[in-house]
């Protein structure tokens, strides 16, 4: 195995009434980053036929099925149940991550309280998820982009190798859509940078900057169409960025 490779033992438990089952794939390669998700619970009333798919994807990954019945017309006890699973999880002390797969804001208590253990909790939700569970969570990764940008580099590999030799006269095709990268991002970026210690040529470590703007902000790249925070910072003309020997270095120009 190599040294740098994630060895966490990660759980995610699932609210199935809010998410789509169709995002399992790139949520569990998100994941990735943090270990392994050798827990994997996912949480609704069967009898629903809304929940089908659901059903199917637990036999599929390996899911573990939890049964929670509509006690009142309306409502339902998922939320209560996957919380005192997750606390249950957290006080036995082996898990190094946990992922929240979920639109709704009920878990922002759970994300908050996982967190004051130094553990790191990555949500993933629609976009309509509000905007206390996205800021509770270490990472908030919007689950329609991600889906988008899974979904490009398939398509794009089954092409290339179909495709003829390339025409060097050809236009190029136009690229992936992504979310234009509003003013709060930048200032949180730059933020971030300014609190960094920078080298005699003003450049600071992707790293370390990237970990002061998490301190403040659930934000991921991913959210703006990107796969890397380097990745962002080179379309932003705020920053440069450098490559030393495997290692990304960014330095504010403006």
Known sequence: MAKDTPTGNIALLIDADNVPHTALDPVLTVLAELGTVNIRRVYGNWSKAALKEWATKTMQYGIEPQQQFDVTKGKNATDMKMTIDAMDLLFSGKIDGFGIMSSDSDFMPLAMRI???GIPVYGFGEAKTPIGFRAACTRFIDLGALEQSADAE????????AAPAP????PKPAPQPRKPIDPELIKLLIDAYKASKADEHGYVHLGHLGQLAANRSSFDARNYGYARLSDLLEDVPNFHTERREGQVFVKRLR
């Open 115 to 117: 967190r004051q253990n």
């Open 154 to 161: 398939p398509i794009e590999a089954v092409a290339a190798a």
């Open 167 to 170: 025409n060097p006269s050809a």
